[in-house]
């Protein structure tokens, strides 16, 4: 940065890309502690209300289950006490709730034939409330990690899926130590990161343009309009819009993602053909 510009992104191996628009679709908290000066609206985020995070389970199975849609929720029976152990112990319900997503009701080349590709995700607390550190985080995080496990296997075999295990033939699993150092969000958060309370929605969010460096903007879950797929996709659209309203045809474009990956992208013609895809 210089001034009141950004100037462009260094990548971790020292590459620097100049450009006369940033956009940084990085988590908005990471982009302010880690690739921006410190400053009085990166202390700011500090306080805010962080979303919870989620263990997700991938698994690839070499048995269909037709049993399952292509969504499947299964809530938690006390859906409040639920909710207490995710915002306020950080923790997990001994029966949580479970989402299901089995792609390949949708998607055939999702799996092989007459095999099956599902993708658990049981919500869990971020990592801001754990008072452990070093190995006992790491003690804490691997149990809470097995009980999400198992309760997602038992909410299945409640449906009548009773061998799902032995018919794995690949498992990967995502934490919220994942989320945190694989991705950049912050505290684990793996919805947001920012939480969707009243004083955090919308236009309540952070700005989608960094207010000293006007030429820095921003898109993602963590800006408005707010986090899920539907609103990230809308905040993108509202960024491009603001950029071409705002700068018109920059020279270049560099978009930055997790630890400074950039690209530099085209011209206004395909910019504004991109909108309208």
Not at 87 to 110: G, K, N, Q
Not at 151 to 180: F, N, S
Request: a positive charge; hydrophobic letters at 40%; glycine letters at 10%.
């Amino acid at each position: 940065v210089d001034g009141s510009h950004a100037t462009g992104v260094v990548l971790e191996d020292g590459t620097r890309l100049t450009a006369d628009v940033i956009v940084a679709n990085a988590d908005l908290p990471y982009v302010y502690r880690h690739l921006l000066p410190e400053s009085a609206a990166g202390r700011r985020l500090e306080r805010r209300r962080y979303s919870c995070s989620a263990f997700m389970f991938c698994w690839g199975a070499d048995k269909a289950y037709p049993a399952l849609k292509t969504h499947n929720v299964f809530l938690a029976s006390d859906y409040r006490g639920s909710f207490e152990r995710i915002f306020v112990d950080h923790s997990l319900h001994e029966r949580p709730s479970v989402y299901v997503h089995a792609p390949a009701r949708s998607d055939p080349s999702a799996a092989p034939p007459d095999e099956d590709t599902l993708m658990a995700v049981v919500p869990v607390g971020n990592l801001d409330g754990s008072a452990e550190q070093g190995a006992a985080a790491g003690e804490r995080l691997r149990k809470l990690q097995s009980l999400a496990r198992s309760a997602a296997l038992r909410r299945l075999a409640e449906i009548g899926i009773t061998d799902l295990e032995k018919h794995l033939k690949h498992e990967v699993i995502y934490t919220p130590q994942t989320w945190l150092s694989k991705f950049n969000l912050t505290k684990g958060a793996a919805f947001g990161s920012l939480s969707h309370d009243v004083m955090q929605l919308g236009y309540l969010r952070p700005s989608n343009r960094h207010r000293r460096y006007r030429n820095l903007y921003f898109a993602g879950g963590s800006t408005h309009p707010g986090n899920g797929i539907p609103l990230v996709l809308i905040s993108g659209r509202l960024t491009s819009e603001r950029i071409l309203r705002e700068v018109g045809s920059p020279r270049g474009v560099a978009v930055g993602a997790g630890k400074a990956r950039a690209t530099v992208s085209g011209s206004l013609a395909r910019e504004r053909g991109a909108l309208h895809d």
